[in-house]
């Protein structure tokens, strides 16, 4: 039996207030990638671009089952790499990282790389599956049995990912290889549609789309229907038998590429001599060099109708700047009156303690102040919890911070008695030891010590699900999309 792949790939920025595309998405014959970037400084459509521009050669065929594990694992590793040394090349990528799902096709079988909690689902013989899981905080909390999944999809903190592509070598994504079925229909997607759309509805637009192009157009529009607030990105493909009479439409053959990873130089720039290109679009040559398609041409203009437009880009720019500083100003002191207004939990000198503000420094200027210092000792918590509480936990109000330090008191006292019984109650991270006031009643012995750790944020690590969430290194938690 010859197997083949009809595929098409969408994506749309969605109606957030991102300006940008940090979705890339890519559809060939043989390798289907979606990866979702993140990083400030226009560094997320970077990392995604650069992982489907290193993955993009392994479209071709000839590489048996194990040979394509071997291959996409080492691939893998490599742009991987690539994010380090983009990095280290230019600070403004600092932090940068992007979630990745890889299929790559060999004969009968389909090798599937993942990472992040971008997803991919199987939708044979009318059953509809997700054959990924999520690295994020909240999949560990229904792992956890702490939450439902249905408590899951509208988690506050369903955004936090503990493990993605962020050029640390500890970055490893879960691999794995399954067999290939005529009329089976693969999905790959962002966060943009699974954090607003149920995957009862997505199973409904799969089962009736006729073809993998109607049935990702009719996945954006459901997302935008729902007001997706983030990029939203989908690559689908069904699984064809070439030696079947009723073979139908035949399989795709022209690779397909959406997202950040399409991004090409703005037809129409003017320029008198070569311009060094960014690193988004070094990202976007590679993908169009691996795939074949050729850059678009530039037109050139001569030295003399430069300088008249000079003169008028630079009046424009003062006045900009002129404009800029006063809005700066008024702009600057609303913001700091927001950030004001918010309630987050925190870890004050070892208690769980109630924040106003939120968990940044502004230079030497904290943007939160203590507002209240409970007596939960955080060694007390389960290791996700004492995690969580180093990065704040956000809260809506008062009443919705006394309820949760009320939560955190009741696994507290539960971990306690876990390990008087013997049995320890999850990892144990360290935690500050800081000076504070004193608690306002003499606090519980805890039966796990705790020890001062240095600060910032963890880096993404493999362990499994008893281990406590882990973020990628200079990144802050995704915000919730």
Request: charged fraction near 20%; hydrophobic fraction near 40%; include cysteine.
């Amino acid at each position: 039996m010859a197997i083949a792949l009809r595929y098409a790939a969408r994506t749309h920025l969605g109606l957030g207030p991102k300006g940008r595309n940090e979705d890339s998405g890519y559809a060939g014959p043989h390798l289907l990638v979606l990866a979702d970037g993140m990083g400030g400084h226009a560094a997320g459509d970077v990392a995604s671009s650069m992982i489907v521009g290193a993955l993009a050669p392994l479209d071709d065929e000839g590489l048996s089952g194990e040979a394509a594990l071997r291959v996409l694992g080492e691939e893998l590793r490599e742009a991987n790499a690539q994010l380090r040394a983009a990095m280290l090349e230019d600070p403004d990528l600092g932090g940068m990282g992007s979630t990745t799902i890889a299929m790559l096709r060999a004969g009968s079988k389909l090798v599937t790389a993942h990472i992040g909690d971008s997803r991919a689902y199987l939708l044979r013989d009318g059953e509809f599956s997700q054959i990924t899981k999520d690295h994020s905080f909240v999949q560990q909390l229904v792992d956890e049995h702490r939450i439902t999944a249905d408590e899951a999809q509208h988690h506050p903190q369903r955004s936090l990912v503990t493990r993605v592509m962020t050029g640390n070598p500890d970055d490893e994504p879960d691999l794995s290889i399954r067999e290939l079925k005529v009329g089976d229909r693969y999905l790959l997607c962002s966060d943009g549609l699974t954090d607003f759309v149920s995957a009862e509805i997505v199973h409904e637009v799969l089962a009736e789309a006729p073809d993998p192009a109607t049935a990702a157009e009719r996945c954006i529009d459901i997302a935008l229907k729902a007001s997706t607030r983030d990029n939203v990105t989908v690559v689908i493909a069904d699984v064809l038998d070439l030696t079947a009479d009723d073979a139908g439409e035949p399989p795709s053959t022209t690779p397909e590429i959406v997202g950040a990873a399409a991004a090409v130089r703005p037809r129409g720039r003017r320029r008198t001599r070569a311009l060094p290109v960014s690193p988004a679009e070094k990202a976007a040559a590679l993908t169009r060099e691996a795939t074949g398609i050729p850059a678009e041409e530039e037109p050139l203009t001569l030295a003399e109708e430069v300088l008249p437009r000079r003169r008028v880009l630079l009046a424009r720019t003062l006045g900009i700047l002129a404009l800029a500083a006063v809005l700066l100003v008024g702009g600057g002191y609303g913001a700091y009156r927001w950030t004001q207004q918010q309630l987050f939990l925190g870890n004050d000198g070892g208690y769980v303690a109630v924040y106003r503000g939120i968990s940044q420094q502004l230079g030497p200027i904290s943007l939160a102040t203590l507002r209240e210092r409970t007596d939960v000792l955080v060694s007390d918590l389960p290791g996700y919890a004492q995690e969580s509480l180093s990065g704040g936990i956000l809260v809506a109000d008062q009443a919705a911070a006394t309820a949760r330090v009320d939560d955190l008191r009741k696994a507290a006292f539960d971990c306690r008695t876990q390990n008087a019984s013997g049995t320890p109650c999850g990892t144990t991270v360290p935690v500050s030891t800081s000076p504070g006031p004193p608690p306002r009643r003499p606090p519980p012995t805890p039966t796990t010590p705790a020890t001062a750790t240095s600060p910032g944020m963890p880096s993404g690590s493999s362990q499994p699900a008893a281990t406590p969430p882990r973020l990628p290194p200079q990144a802050p938690p995704r915000p919730a999309r």
